[in-house]
């Protein structure tokens, strides 16, 4: 039965971040698939830790259930919002990506004891992803469960963990103001020299004398390049 839904989690997740951001989307999929066992309503007691390298991103789960709770952790997804290069997964854990906006890593085992399930109390590290992006900010996760003794899903947590994400362009707007701001210097800037240029021209009688020929027949503009 677990094999079933984490082939047809897997082939959801592949077409589209959307399809997968919602954990009540997971539900119902198992709610589905299970037919009348319904998943607990709590949440899973778990956390998620991330070390943020040079373009790396490398998380650990923890499961805080206490000891002898049946739900031990079989998935993680993981919302992104830039170009991944390179996703590394625990021994034994498998992965579904589209490379640019999710990733799902799950345990593939199919019957139990389920033995690569993260169990209460501990953690497992491993879940890495690399990405051209410099940039991070929050992003969605879910984290869902097995349940041992039921041998059906368990409860989920959902929750948000920093990710890589594209570094924004510049806008059309700041564009256009930065554009506009060149064009007013330059025309500022025109303006400015028209004004000595004229001013040159009203000074030049002042400023020349019959003696000096050459300095009379120089124009406005040979005047303010100087000599």
Same mark, same amino acid.
């Given at each position: 039965?677990?094999?079933?839904?984490?082939?047809?989690?897997?082939? *959801?997740?592949?077409?589209?971040?959307?399809?997968?951001r919602s954990w009540t989307?997971?539900?119902?999929?198992?709610?589905?698939?299970?037919?009348?066992?319904?998943?607990?309503?709590?949440?899973?007691?778990?956390?998620?830790?991330?070390a943020i390298g040079s373009?790396?991103?490398?998380?650990?789960?923890?499961?805080?259930?206490? *000891?002898?709770?049946?739900?031990?952790?079989?998935?993680?997804?993981?919302?992104?919002?830039?170009?991944?290069?390179?996703?590394?997964?625990?021994?034994?854990?498998?992965?579904?990506?589209?490379?640019?906006?999710?990733?799902?890593?799950?345990?593939?085992?199919?019957?139990?004891?389920?033995?690569?399930?993260?169990?209460?109390?501990?953690?497992?590290?491993?879940?890495?992803?690399?990405?051209?992006?410099?940039?991070?900010?929050?992003?969605?996760?879910?984290?869902?469960?097995?349940?041992?003794?039921?041998?059906?899903?368990?409860?989920?947590?959902?929750?948000?963990?920093?990710?890589?994400?594209?570094?924004?362009?510049?806008?059309?707007?700041?564009?256009?103001?930065?554009?506009?701001?060149?064009?007013?210097?330059?025309?500022?800037?025109?303006?400015?020299?028209? *004004?000595?240029?004229?001013?040159?021209?009203?000074?030049?009688?002042?400023?020349?004398?019959?003696?000096?020929?050459?300095?009379?027949?120089?124009?406005?503009?040979?005047?303010?390049?100087?000599?």
């Amino acid at each position: 039965m677990r094999s079933f839904i984490h082939l047809y989690v897997t082939q *959801t997740a592949s077409k589209g971040r959307k399809s997968m951001r919602s954990w009540t989307f997971i539900v119902l999929v198992w709610c589905t698939l299970v037919g009348t066992h319904e998943v607990k309503a709590q949440d899973l007691m778990s956390h998620t830790d991330v070390a943020i390298g040079s373009q790396v991103w490398a998380y650990t789960l923890f499961n805080d259930e206490p *000891t002898g709770s049946p739900n031990f952790i079989s998935s993680f997804y993981l919302a992104v919002d830039a170009p991944i290069s390179t996703v590394l997964s625990p021994t034994a854990w498998d992965y579904q990506t589209d490379n640019s906006t999710y990733v799902l890593w799950f345990n593939p085992d199919s019957t139990l004891p389920y033995p690569n399930d993260i169990a209460p109390g501990n953690s497992l590290g491993g879940f890495v992803i690399q990405s051209s992006s410099l940039t991070s900010q929050m992003e969605d996760t879910v984290v869902a469960s097995w349940d041992h003794g039921a041998d059906a899903p368990g409860p989920s947590k959902t929750g948000a963990v920093l990710a890589p994400v594209a570094t924004p362009e510049p806008g059309a707007g700041m564009l256009l103001a930065s554009g506009g701001f060149i064009l007013g210097l330059c025309t500022r800037r025109r303006k400015i020299r028209q *004004t000595l240029i004229e001013r040159s021209h009203r000074e030049l009688p002042a400023r020349c004398f019959a003696k000096d020929e050459c300095l009379r027949q120089k124009t406005p503009q040979q005047l303010l390049l100087g000599p």
